[in-house]
């Protein structure tokens, strides 16, 4: 699942990625979108071999879909940014989120059938709480391959099995990115293609397309 993109990303490019990121029209993709993908791809890989060992991940599945997605998931960030804008800032939310569900239901894995829903609901979640300015679920529905019904179910069951808790203040956002920097600087530097340990720490803390050919993709989510 590993992009075959080289570029490397340092620890200083990451952060200030985070922190002074300016989207303008032809902007590069922020750099937090390939290292939450390669956690989230290192997350599926040792869930995947879990599962494979001891059966099934529990009762939590809200976010399944009834077929694999043919769709990498930094594809599907890609997209997301493409079409929404969305800041970096609204993705380290949005991993505080995952994190977050992930503590509060124990019965959860992030597995390929259920990732890019999981990813689609954070986000728009996120930006919600993040952003001044937001699309309407609708249009995150296109972006990311739902019926607009399907995303507002997901959107409601979510916050419930969140708590509705969705504050993030300033020293646990500045932990977070703390945490992807660490990600960052494991070898003296970052490489997209490389794996990296994430979901260890995580759990101990207990076929790009237009929008409007939303029928077209939402047969390869759904």
Do not use: W
Not at 43 to 66: H, M, P, Q
Not at 86 to 101: E, L
């Amino acid at each position: 699942m590993a992009s075959s993109n080289t570029l490397a990303i340092s620890p200083r490019k990451l952060r200030s990625d985070l922190y002074s990121y300016s989207y303008q029209d032809g902007s590069s993709t922020p750099l937090v979108i390939s290292v939450l993908s390669s956690l989230i791809e290192r997350t599926l890989a040792r869930n995947e071999r879990i599962s494979r060992s001891y059966g099934g991940f529990g009762k939590t599945r809200v976010f399944d879909c009834l077929e694999i997605p043919d769709m990498t998931i930094q594809s599907y960030l890609e997209r997301i940014f493409r079409y929404t804008k969305a800041g970096p800032s609204v993705y380290v939310v949005a991993y505080v989120y995952i994190d977050r569900f992930c503590q509060n239901n124990q019965g959860f894995r992030i597995s390929l059938t259920n990732v890019h829903r999981l990813l689609i609901t954070t986000i728009m979640v996120a930006s919600k709480y993040v952003e001044d300015m937001n699309y309407r679920n609708s249009y995150f529905a296109k972006v990311g391959g739902l019926e607009t019904e399907d995303l507002n179910n997901l959107e409601l069951e979510f916050l419930f099995l969140m708590g509705f808790k969705l504050h993030v203040n300033v020293s646990v956002f500045e932990s977070y990115c703390c945490h992807l920097e660490r990600e960052v600087s494991i070898g003296g530097g970052y490489q997209i293609e490389k794996a990296l340990r994430c979901a260890e720490e995580i759990k101990s803390r207990q076929i790009v397309q237009d929008p409007k050919h939303h029928n077209q993709f939402s047969r390869i989510l759904l």
